[in-house]
């Protein structure tokens, strides 16, 4: 096993490292970065008083346009000459964020990823097909980093061009395979279209999937066509990028690496901390990050801490799988709608396809609309529309149109993150 100390650190050793590495923190945030200087500043808080883990609340919090504010480098706190290494997050519009390493952070990142990979199960011998994309996006390298330090055999498939990935993962024997989970669900049909048959054609054990929200029922999807164990997994390029939270074998919650990633939920609108067990915004505070210490660092992305131990033996608390970030919010007539809500609902019912589009316009009134794609035999199946009009009512309480379309119709997205949700409200 890779990094078995890491992994099941016990509850006391794990609070004593996480207080010693907060103050020394604290205190280089302070030093280091003019940002974290005014702040404490301006909220009266000296780092020296920032003494234990109880101490944290008194920390400002940092948020995404501090980073986009202080574009390319403000928040470094080293001299530009330390990095090794720089990357940038997808940003929508106008600038991105970018993210600065030193050689201890990239070492650092490919520790934690390793230990990431370990829980799942990887190993070393195991092919591992890594189609998350390379390049500024932290996903590509952070898996790679992870099976070069557990030794497994890494494939840098990269994302898209899915004729070869299906090819190398049948020619080279993929035990594992790493993506966004909107692209394995994909990978269903496109395989059959092929002509493979994704259980016997393929040996694949283990899938680690995340970079944007999915559910339960398209877990069940994914392991259902291929035969392989799917697990959810959490980050963020502002976090060294993938490796924040892992499924273990009980695919129950992600354990997030809390010697690295101080982790609590907050009010998004009040700022107040919520207890485990209710639903808020994650702020991870980083412990050892040295090019650029995030502290209190607002994710936007909505979850629930929980706190009861693990039957897998690791002390590490979890978080529920991650219901959206607050921006992908849907506010709609007033009613708000998480996109992976209607994923739910739509991946629950059996003759529904993988691929679904969300269309949200206003004619005198706000309209939800979803595309649904069905077997040619089903699309004037009125009793199926009806079924998941009143299935989606029954979660949203909002009336959606919904339309069923040929299956392969609806755009898929071979490369990144889908895109399934079409606003064409006017903006302001
Ligand atoms: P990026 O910085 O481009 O890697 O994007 C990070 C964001 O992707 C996070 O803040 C989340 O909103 C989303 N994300 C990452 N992993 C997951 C996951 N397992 N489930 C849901 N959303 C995720
Ligand atoms: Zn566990």
Known sequence: MFDRVGQFLKPK?????QQSKLRRIVRYAYRNVPLYRKRFDEAHVKPESIRSLADLEKVPFTVKTDLRDTYPFGLLAVPPNRLHCLHASSGTTGKPIVVAYTQGDLERWGRLMGRTLDTTGVRKGDVLQNMYG???????????YGARAIGATVVPASSGNTKRQLMLMKDLRTSVVTCTPSYMVYLIEASKAEGYDPKTDFALKIGIFGAEPWSEEARQRIQGAFGLRAHDVFGMSELYGPGVGIECEEQNGLHVWEDEFLTETINPETGEVVEPGKEGELVFTMLSREAMPLLRYRSRDLSTIIKEECSCGRYHNRIKRIKGRSDDMLIIGGVNVFPSQVEHVLMNIRDVGDQYQIIVSHKELDRLAVKVEVPGNRLNDASLAKKIRDDLFAVLSIHADVEL????????????????????????
């Open 13 to 17: 050793q794990l609070a004593r490292m």
């Open 134 to 144: 390379y390049g500024l996006f932290t996903g590509g390298l952070g898996f790679h």
């Open 405 to 428: 379309v040929q299956l392969g119709t609806l755009p898929r997205s071979e490369v990144g993150k889908a895109l399934r949700v079409v606003d064409l409200r006017p903006k302001g």
